[in-house]
């Protein structure tokens, strides 16, 4: 019980440091860059987060729910991890080539390796509960760049910026791949082995990562794709602002996945919805305030980021738009890590797959037709629709749930 309560403040300190870097870092680069570079910048991340959602339902997933004692599980996906950026790569020289700038590719393939088994060490650390060395590292990863961009912004290209991301993220990784007790001969001996079982836990989660990377990232390549530059800037710049919700969103989903996978043969349907929805009521006590001053002074909240004289706060009817989506995030979000906990993942990739086919329909007309305003709507509408699908599918538990009382984690 007192490692789960430190589990949950543990994971959400780790989470803020990792979210707080992400989100300085955009702010700094969409205050520093002009519109143009800004938004090519956003666009080859993009499909780098896109990639690093498939690395995590094919590697660090697996990480997360197995029990398995020892470091033999992260050595494994260590080894897996580069194998994965390799077969990604291509897909990212096709997003670096879309915006122009296939000079990229390989400062942001340096990024793309080095994130992912720097992804692999924090997903480790989570799931054994070790957040004193979780949080030293991912201060190096996330606050590293953050520090050298502010310092070299006025001589920094694009291109310096992911070499960055990639030179903080091997260093964060370094100490514990190379620690003495790694597993390394046994895991490369059992690797052959390894890769079908990671197929049969990751496959399903695939899909629903995929569709949900989609969802996210689909309206920005829309933008893009119809040369609106400063359309999909600024639909990057003003997720910016609601994304303050985001330690709150991911660390609570860190922290529920394994949480809810140690103790599902012992818990009772109403411990479960007990524990999901104390999580729920945290997390909004935190996040709630913050969605009421964006949706009450969308303009003023955008000025506090962007200063003044941004053309970002001209857009508060789009803000406003965004703040429910990452609500509605925020609610799908604890509803999935329930499922994902009990390996429900049929469960998860249907969370996915009707608000991916909104997006890919209704939502890309939205976006085609009226640009920034169209791509906030169908953001907002996915949203609403994933959050009721897995609050659906969250009540299709009960069967596989004790049979007898128990006392939900606190």
């Known amino acids: 019980m007192k490692r789960t309560g430190l589990g949950l403040a543990g994971g959400l300190a780790d989470q803020a440091i990792v979210s707080f870097g992400n989100f300085a870092l955009n702010v700094t680069l969409a205050r520093a860059l002009p519109a143009t570079d800004y938004g090519a910048y956003s666009v080859v991340l993009s499909f780098i987060l896109v990639l690093n959602t498939l690395h995590q339902a094919l590697v660090t997933y697996p990480l997360s729910v197995r029990t398995s004692a020892g470091s033999g599980p992260l050595a494994v996906a260590l080894l897996l991890t580069p194998l994965c950026a390799l077969a990604f790569l291509p897909l990212l020289g096709v997003a670096t080539?879309?915006?122009?700038?296939?000079?990229?590719?390989?400062?942001?393939?340096?990024?793309?390796?080095?994130?992912?088994?720097?992804?692999?060490?924090?997903?480790?650390?989570?799931?054994?509960?070790?957040?004193?060395?979780?949080?030293?590292?991912?201060?190096?990863?996330?606050?590293?760049p953050l520090v050298a961009v502010w310092a070299l912004r006025a001589r920094l290209d694009i291109g310096g910026v992911f070499l960055l991301v990639a030179a903080a993220s091997a260093l964060a990784a370094l100490p514990v791949a190379l620690r003495p007790d790694t597993a390394w001969p046994t895991a490369a001996q059992g690797l052959r082995a390894e890769i079908p079982d990671h197929w049969r836990l990751g496959a399903p989660v695939l899909g629903a990562n995929l569709l949900a990377a989609l969802s996210t990232q689909w309206f920005l390549w829309l933008l893009a794709w119809h040369d609106d530059a400063g359309a999909a800037a600024a639909l990057v710049a003003l997720a910016n602002v609601v994304a303050v919700a985001s330690p709150v969103i991911f660390g609570m989903e860190n922290v529920l996945v394994p949480e809810v996978a140690r103790a599902r043969d012992t818990l009772s349907f109403p411990d479960l919805l007990r524990l999901v929805g104390r999580r729920g009521l945290v997390a909004a006590g935190l996040v709630g305030p913050l969605f009421l001053v964006i949706c009450a002074v969308p303009g003023w909240a955008a000025r506090m980021f962007y200063g003044r004289d941004s053309a970002y706060a001209g857009h508060p009817g789009e803000l406003r738009l965004l703040a429910l989506a990452y609500a509605c995030f925020l609610a799908a979000t604890l509803f999935s890590a329930a499922l994902r906990g009990y390996r429900a993942s049929g469960a998860v990739f249907r969370m996915q797959l009707y608000p991916a086919l909104f997006g890919l329909t209704l939502g890309s007309w939205l976006t085609w037709r009226f640009g920034l305003s169209g791509a906030c709507v169908a953001s907002a509408g996915a949203g609403a629709l994933r959050a009721a699908v897995g609050f659906i599918y969250l009540l299709r538990l009960r069967p596989l749930t004790a049979a007898r009382p128990a006392l939900a984690a606190s």
């Open 97 to 144: 080539a879309s915006v122009g700038h296939l000079w990229l590719l390989p400062a942001a393939g340096a990024a793309l390796v080095c994130w992912q088994m720097q992804e692999v060490v924090r997903r480790g650390l989570l799931a054994d509960g070790r957040h004193g060395p979780l949080i030293a590292l991912d201060a190096l990863r996330y606050l590293g």
